[in-house]
């Protein structure tokens, strides 16, 4: 039997790594255990229930500054990996607990794995601290579980050896499908539906959100039969710009954040998507929903390539100019309007449990290679 910690820190990770943990349960040389730093917590818990996890260990951030929750928490990981003889830890994206996570394996001689590796932008300040976190698990991860051809091509370039490499497409995808087919997931409103907005990155945290929301504001007193649903972040530095700005406005609704399932409903009954989330710009295209990139670049171009997503900046008149392009110019939304995913398959978690297994000396391969 082979012990595989799984360590989460945020919403999103929790998100990708749901369906690694449910593919290793599900294997019968496996016994995955769950690990959540609480880097995130008011909003992590309702993505853990979700996804029916009950964590196994479950620190807490307890308002400590990110230095002082990264200090602890590096000693706690310590402790966990000398508590049992773990084959391996999956670590998932690019936040503190993903790379604390993965340095805690690294210095316990635990074999990383490492899921969405080889995002880059190569700028260190955007996203900071992510592009640096990521850059530096990709020196230490024994298996780097690559989302698309691309990420692939990011790490062979950094001279990762080619053996560490597999593409397996985003497991964000296979979360999805399991809502489709478990939770009968399904559009339900007729007509364009609503506007979506989500903004939470730290890059934009400032004039940026400013501009972001003078935007909407823009568009929702502009056209009055559109309706704008923003469930908006729980920093203040968001909460606060997001009330005063769009607070008073008929067609927008605030709202708190969603857990998985409502704000996977969210998506699919939208128009279109204005966001500078990651996990957004991975999931709208399983819908065939437009997005607009609220950020100067992406690390996630498939989207951008394949048309359905445009990156457009956080510039308050060029944000309005592209949603009224959308709105009043039919060929314009359909062109974006594309079926098909770029980023996955829904089976990327079966291929990650199979690399383990062959890893193991194990043959129960599920699926084959992604395409
Ligand atoms: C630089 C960068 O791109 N970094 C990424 C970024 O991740 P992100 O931008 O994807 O993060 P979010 O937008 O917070 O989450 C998105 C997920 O949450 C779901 N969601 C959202 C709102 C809600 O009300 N209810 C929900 O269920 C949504 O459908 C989606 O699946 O930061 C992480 C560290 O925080 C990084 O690791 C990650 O690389």
């Avoid at 955007?126 to 698309?148: C, D, K, N, V, Y």
């Avoid at 009055?224 to 649903?229: A, F, K, Y």
């Avoid at 956080?314 to 709105?327: G, M, S």
Wanted: net charge negative; aromatic share 8%; charged share 20%.
């Amino acid at each position: 039997m082979h012990d595989i910690l799984l360590v989460s820190g945020t919403r999103p990770e929790i998100i990708k790594l749901a369906p690694v943990y449910h593919a290793l349960k599900r294997r019968p040389w496996a016994r995955p255990a769950w690990l959540h730093t609480g880097q995130h917590d008011a909003m992590a818990t309702p993505i853990l229930d979700g996804f029916g996890i009950s964590p196994d260990y479950v620190f807490e951030r307890d308002g400590a500054t990110l230095a002082r929750f990264g200090a602890r928490c590096r000693e706690w990981l310590s402790d966990v990996m000398s508590a049992r003889p773990w084959s391996g830890v999956i670590v998932q994206g690019d936040t503190e607990s993903t790379f604390l996570g993965a340095l805690a394996g690294f210095y316990h001689r635990v074999p990383v794995s490492h899921v969405e590796a080889g995002l880059r932008t190569h700028n260190l300040d955007r996203p900071f601290p992510e592009e640096g976190l990521r850059q530096m698990i990709s020196r230490i991860a024994r298996h780097q579980f690559a989302p698309t051809a691309r990420a692939r091509d990011m790490l062979l370039r950094e001279a990762v050896p080619a053996d560490c490499v597999q593409v397996t497409g985003n497991t964000v995808v296979d979360a999805q499908k399991w809502l489709i087919e478990e939770r009968g997931l399904r559009r339900r409103v007729g007509g364009r539906g609503h506007i979506l907005v989500t903004m939470h990155r730290r890059e934009n945290w400032g004039d940026e959100v400013a501009q972001v929301f003078g935007a909407i504001a823009d568009i929702a007193m502009c056209y009055p039969d559109v309706d704008v649903l923003f469930p908006v972040h729980l920093n203040p530095l968001i909460q606060a710009p997001a009330h005063a700005i769009l607070g008073g406005l008929p067609n927008v609704r605030l709202v708190a954040p969603l857990d998985y399932l409502g704000m996977q409903q969210a998506l699919i009954d939208a128009w279109l998507v204005l966001s500078d989330s990651g996990g957004l710009q991975e999931e709208a295209p399983t819908y065939g929903v437009p997005l607009l990139v609220l950020r100067e670049e992406t690390e996630r171009p498939e989207a951008v390539g394949a048309g359905c997503a445009r990156v457009v900046g956080t510039d308050r008149a060029r944000i309005v100019a592209q949603v009224q392009e959308l709105w009043e110019e039919e060929t314009a939304y359909a062109a974006m309007r594309r079926a098909g995913n770029p980023f996955g398959d829904g089976l990327a978690s079966e291929r990650i449990a199979d690399t383990l297994a062959a890893s193991f000396g194990i043959t129960d391969a599920a699926v084959g290679v992604a395409a």
